[in-house]
C-alpha cells in the first residue's frame, strides 16, 4: 500500500510538472530542475541517514556525475542529457563501488569525515586540473535529448520533463529497494549492527550497497545540475555543497523517498527569496530555517504528512 | 543419538586470562544441555568460540561433521547454530513485528528470495509459510502476540527476553544457544518463561545449550550439564549427578544445592 501511495504521489507530481511547466515562468523552471538534482542527492543521503550514517562528502558524486557530462561534451561531443544522466550514474557508482570497501568499514564521525576528505580530494585534483578548466571550469554542450535540439524557449521545460522522467524513475527503483529485505535494514543496522550479523548478514555489505546506489543517484543528479546550468566548476565537489545536500535531508526528513524532492524545492524557495531579500545574509535565514526545522520538525517536512495522518 | 555439535580441545587466552582450557564437548541432536559456571568461568567464551565471534588459539569446532572454527558469526548462523544474548540485542526503535520482519527478511534474502525483481509473498525456507504468517506463529508461540506493534525499547524486561530469542528462531536453527535466558526475570516468572520457551523451541526442534546461573533453573530443564571452572570443563553429566559433584558443588554451585537439598528436605518432612 505504502509502495502504491509513493507511486500515486510521484505520478502526480509529474504530470503537474510536465502540464504545469509551459506556463511557469524560466527562472522557477529553472529552480525546480534544480531542486530535481539537489533531491535525487538528498535522496541518496537519505537512504545512508537511515542507517545511521552521515556522508559529509556527498558531493564527490555529485560532482563526478556533472564532471562525467562535461567530459563527455568536451572531449567526445556527447549533448545527449539523458547519456549524460546514465553516464554520471554509472561512473559515480563504478567509484563508489571501489571506494565503498574502504568507507563501508569505517561508521560514525569516521564514516562521515573520510566521504568529506574524498570529496576535497576531487575538489584538489579538479583545481589543478587544467585539462577541466582548473578553479574556471567548464561549459557544458546545450542539452539534446535523443539527438533533438530543443528551441531556445522550449529547453528549459524539456530539460526539466527529461529530468523529472529520469528521477520519477529513479524514486520508484529506490522505493522498490527500500522494500526489499536489504533495503529494510537499514534501521536494524542503525539500532543494532550485532544484531544483524548475528541474523545471518553483512552489514558492511547492506552498507556498501547503500553508498553505491546513492553515489549513482548523485551521479544522475550531479549530470542534470550540469545540463540545466550550462556550466560546472570544482566548487561542486566542495564541502559547503556537501553541507547544503545535508540540510536538505535534514529539512526533509527520511521517512519517504519523495521527501528529498519536496526539501530540495523549499530549500530552493528559501535561498532564492533569502538572497533577493538580503544578498549578504542568506546564510542567516537558512540557518534560522534549520534550526526552526530542528526545533519544531525533528523529522523534517515530512512529518507534516505523517502527523496529520496519525492525528 | 547423532553428535551434531563437536568441539574438540578448544583453548583461549586473552593475555593472562585463560578463558578455555582443553574444552570438549560432543553435544547430541535434540539434547537439552545446561552450561554452568562462575563469572569468568569460560561459560560465554565457549559460546561465543562456537558462534564465531571468538576464534580459539588451537582446537576445533565441527557441527554436523565440518570444521566450523573459521567461520564468522553470520555464517556460523547461516548454517543453522543462532544465539540469543544475556542483554537482549533487538531493533529497539522497530516494533516488535517489524522486529521479527527484519530477521524473516534476512532469511528470505540469504535464501535468495524476496529480492528486487522477486514478486509476491514467498514462504519463508522452513516454516513454509509467508513472511507475515511465521512471525505471528513464532511469536504467539512465545505469547509476544500481544506485544505485537509495541516499540521494542518500551517492553518489559522478561518480554524482552523473550523477544530476544524469538528472534533467533526466524532462521529455523538447528542449535539454538542462550546467553542467561533467565537473567533479569523474576524468581516467580523464570519457571513460565522456561517452560514457555522450551516448548516453542522443541517445537521447532532445536538442540539447546543454555548458559544458566539458577540451579533450579538447570535441574528442570537440562538432561546433561556442563560445569565450568576457570576455562576447565570440570563436570559433564545429567543435573542430577553433575550438581552433586563434590567439585561442582565447592566451585559452581557453592551454597545453592544446600538451599534446594534443605527445601527438598523440608517439603518431604
Known amino acids: ?311 | 543419538m547423532a553428535v551434531v555439535l563437536d568441539a574438540r580441545e578448544l583453548n583461549k587466552r586473552f593475555g593472562a586470562v585463560t578463558a578455555a582450557t582443553g574444552v570438549s564437548a560432543a553435544i547430541e541432536q535434540d539434547s537439552v544441555v545446561g552450561l554452568i559456571g562462575t563469572n569468568g568461568a569460560g561459560k560465554t567464551t565457549f559460546i561465543n568460540m562456537i558462534t564465531g565471534y571468538i576464534k580459539p588459539d588451537t582446537g576445533s569446532i565441527h557441527f554436523r561433521g565440518r570444521d566450523i572454527t573459521a567461520l564468522s558469526p553470520r555464517e556460523v548462523t547461516r548454517i543453522g547454530i543462532c544465539r540469543s544474548f544475556q542483554i537482549p540485542q533487538l531493533y529497539s526503535s522497530l516494533t516488535v513485528m517489524e522486529n521479527m520482519m527484519v530477521g524473516l527478511g534476512v532469511v528470505l534474502r540469504n535464501a535468495g528470495l524476496g529480492g528486487f525483481f522477486s514478486r509476491g509473498r514467498p514462504n519463508v525456507p522452513g516454516h513454509d509459510a509467508p513472511a507475515e504468517e511465521v512471525a505471528e506463529r513464532i511469536l504467539t508461540r512465545f505469547g509476544l502476540s500481544d506485544y505485537r506493534n509495541k516499540n521494542a525499547q518500551v517492553l518489559p524486561g522478561g518480554v524482552r527476553k523473550l523477544l530476544d530469542i524469538a528472534l533467533t528462531m526466524v532462521a529455523k536453527p538447528t542449535i539454538l544457544l542462550l546467553d542467561e535466558p533467565t537473567s533479569g526475570v523474576s524468581a516467580e516468572e523464570k519457571f513460565g518463561m522456561m517452560d514457555m520457551v522450551m516448548a516453542a523451541v522443541k517445537a521447532e526442534g532445536a538442540t539447546v545449550l543454555f548458559v544458566e546461573h539458577d540451579m533450579e533453573v538447570v535441574s528442570r530443564f537440562a538432561q546433561r550439564v556442563l560445569a565450568f571452572y576457570d576455562g576447565r570443563i570440570i563436570a559433564d553429566a545429567p543435573p542430577e549427578i553433575a550438581l552433586r559433584d563434590p567439585e561442582v558443588k565447592r566451585y559452581v554451585v557453592g551454597g545453592e544445592l544446600h538451599r534446594m537439598d534443605e527445601q527438598q528436605g523440608a517439603s518431604n518432612a
Request: glycine letters at 10%; proline letters at 3%.
Open chain 1, 1 to 311: 500500500m505504502k509502495g502504491d501511495r509513493t507511486l500515486i504521489i510521484l505520478g502526480v507530481v509529474l504530470l503537474a510538472v510536465v502540464g504545469a511547466g509551459p506556463l511557469l515562468p524560466q527562472w522557477a523552471l529553472f529552480l525546480l530542475t534544480i531542486a530535481i538534482a539537489k533531491g535525487l542527492v538528498a535522496q541518496g543521503l537519505m537512504l545512508q541517514l537511515r542507517a545511521g550514517l552521515v556522508s559529509f562528502g556527498q558531493a564527490l558524486y555529485y560532482c563526478i556525475g556533472a564532471y562525467t557530462a562535461g567530459i563527455l561534451g568536451r572531449f567526445f561531443g556527447i549533448s545527449d542529457m539523458l547519456l549524460e544522466m546514465l553516464c554520471g550514474a554509472a561512473v559515480a557508482a563504478f567509484i563508489a563501488f571501489i571506494l565503498g570497501f574502504l568507507l563501508a568499514r569505517y561508521r560514525g564521525i569516521f564514516y562521515g569525515l573520510l566521504s568529506l576528505a574524498l570529496s576535497m580530494i576531487l575538489y584538489g585534483l579538479l583545481v589543478k586540473s587544467e585539462a577541466l578548466g582548473s578553479t574556471d571550469g567548464i561549459n557544458i554542450l546545450p542539452s539534446t535529448v535523443f539527438g533533438i535540439k530543443p528551441s531556445q524557449e522550449s529547453v528549459r521545460h524539456v530539460v526539466l520533463v527529461a529530468g523529472c522522467a529520469v528521477a520519477f524513475l529513479a524514486t520508484l527503483l529506490v522505493n522498490r529497494y527500500l522494500n526489499t529485505p536489504l533495503g529494510q535494514l537499514a534501521a536494524a543496522i542503525k539500532d543494532n549492527e550485532i544484531r544483524v550479523e548475528y541474523m545471518g548478514t553483512s552489514v558492511r555489505e547492506a552498507i556498501h550497497v547503500k553508498y553505491v546506489i546513492a553515489a549513482a543517484l548523485s551521479g544522475i543528479g550531479g549530470a542534470l545540475a550540469a545540463t540545466t546550468v550550462g556550466h560546472i566548476d570544482p566548487d561542486m565537489a566542495y564541502w559547503t555543497t556537501s553541507g547544503e545536500f545535508i540540510f536538505i535531508t535534514i529539512l526533509a526528513g527520511t521517512k519517504s523517498v519523495v521527501a528529498p524532492f519536496l526539501g530540495a524545492m523549499i530549500f530552493g524557495i528559501i535561498h532564492t527569496v533569502a538572497f533577493d531579500v538580503s544578498p549578504n545574509t542568506w546564510q542567516m535565514t537558512l540557518g534560522i530555517a534549520l534550526l526552526l526545522v530542528i526545533l519544531f520538525l525533528p523529522e523534517g517536512l515530512w512529518s507534516l504528512f505523517t502527523r496529520r495522518k496519525a492525528a
